[in-house]
Structures are given as C-alpha cells and as structure tokens.
T-cell receptor
Framework: DAGITQSPRHKVTETGTPVTLRCHQT?????MYWYRQDPGHGLRLIHY???????DKGEVSDGYSVSRSKTEDFLLTLESATSSQTSVYFC????????????FGPGTRLTVL | AQKVTQAQTEISVVEKEDVTLDCVYE???????LFWYKQPPSGELVFLIR??????QNEISGRYSWNFQKSTSSFNFTITASQVVDSAVYFC?????????????FGTGTRLKVLA
C-alpha cells in the first residue's frame, strides 16, 4: 500500500464549471502524476510533478492545470469542464530510488454533463 | 519517441488454459524500465512486475511468467493454467528518464476474459 488517496472518488458536474481533484500521499514521495483512462486509449499522462512547485505537462495537458504546494498533495484542476473530460482520473507516485516502480491511487470517476 | 503497443484488445480463454499477452515497445534509450499492471473489474491498478533494460532474465512468479527480449523489443506476459480471477485488463508500460525526471507510457491494455 503506497498510501495514496484521491478525492472525490466520484463527481458529476456540468459543462463550464471548474473542478478540482485532489491526490494525497502519506509517504513523502517526490514524484506524482495525474493520468486519465479512457476506453481504447489506456492511461494517458496529463501532468506530473517532480517536487514542490515543480510540475510539467504530459501528452494530454490541454484544459488542465496542476499545483503542488506541499509534498503530500497534488491538485488537478479543470478550469472549465467539458464533456470530453469525462473520464476516470488516476493519481500515481513513483519511487525512482526504489526500483522505479509506480503505484496508483484508487481513481476518481468524473462525469461532465 | 516512446511507444508501447498491446495489439491484443481482448482475449477470451477457458479456465486452465495458458494465455500470453503481448507487449512491444519502442525507445531510443539504452536505460529504461518495463512494467505490467493488472486492472480487475473493481478498477484499481495493481503493480505486477518491473524489469530494467539490463536484465533480460525471464521471471516466474507462481502462475505468472514474463519473457523480456530486447532483440524484438518485447515484454510478453504468460499466465499458466488461467483462473476466473485472472479476468482483468492488463497494461504494459515503459519508463525512461528524461532530464532527470521519470515519465511513463502505457499501452492501451488487453482485456482478458477467463471463462469457467
């Protein structure tokens, strides 16, 4: 258990509203990631962080922003949600010093109507 | 560029059959890592195995085995004597270090259905 929680676990929202998803870890890992999972696409990287205030874009970053003001929290924000952002969102941490393994949170199912 | 291909979208087998899930990757780096993850119907992603590019030994863990071949850029996963509980989506992933950070690329997954 890598001590990763995500909140909320489920959310339904309307097009145009802002949405923030939270990822919280308890083990002080430096690297954190946000992915989205969609049928036929597997998991695609949205943004990642390699330290407090250090973030970078992944392959599908348009329409998303992130913030990391504390080691334990990595926030994903949809400034103005669209129906194409309906997806399951996974947060992950990696342990480069420990076999480079990546572990995932339980996921957040977001529906944008 | 990095790429991971899982050409098998869905596989159905009868319980106790052996099944192999294919994974082919592309990378320009000499140092990289390969992974397999399992996603059961409950939705969580479960880490199964990690292999680095310098270790081509095959690995066996119970009914699971992995065949890593750099010559063909493949990292295939075999389940021996499959069971209904093996029904899940399986993802192969590749990780490289880029400018001091690690990014991961996932395949599109293979859905395995094991029928009783």
């Amino acid at each position: 258990d890598a001590g990763i929680t995500q909140s909320p676990r489920h959310k339904v929202t309307e097009t145009g509203t802002p949405v923030t998803l939270r990822c919280h870890q308890t083990e002080n890992h430096r690297y954190m990631y946000w992915y989205r999972q969609d049928p036929g696409h597997g998991l695609r990287l949205i943004h990642y962080s390699y330290g407090v205030k250090d973030t970078d874009k992944g392959e599908v970053s348009d329409g998303y922003s992130v913030s990391r003001s504390k080691t334990e929290d990595f926030l994903l924000t949809l400034e103005s949600a669209t129906s194409s952002q309906t997806s399951v969102y996974f947060c992950a941490i990696s342990r480069p010093g420990m076999r480079n393994e990546q572990f995932f949170g339980p996921g957040t199912r977001l529906t944008v109507l | 560029a990095q790429k991971v291909t899982q050409a098998q979208t869905e596989i159905s087998v009868v319980e106790k059959e052996d099944v192999t899930l294919d994974c082919v990757y592309e990378t320009r780096d000499t140092t990289y890592y390969l992974f397999w993850y399992k996603q059961p119907p409950s939705g969580e992603l479960v880490f199964l195995i990690r292999r680095n590019s310098f270790d081509e030994q095959n690995e066996i863990s119970g009914r699971y085995s992995w065949n890593f071949q750099k010559s063909t850029s493949s990292f295939n996963f075999t389940i021996t004597a499959s069971q209904v509980v093996d029904s899940a989506v399986y993802f192969c992933a590749l990780s490289e270090e880029t400018s001091g950070t690690y990014k991961y690329i996932f395949g599109t997954g293979t859905r395995l259905k094991v029928l009783a």
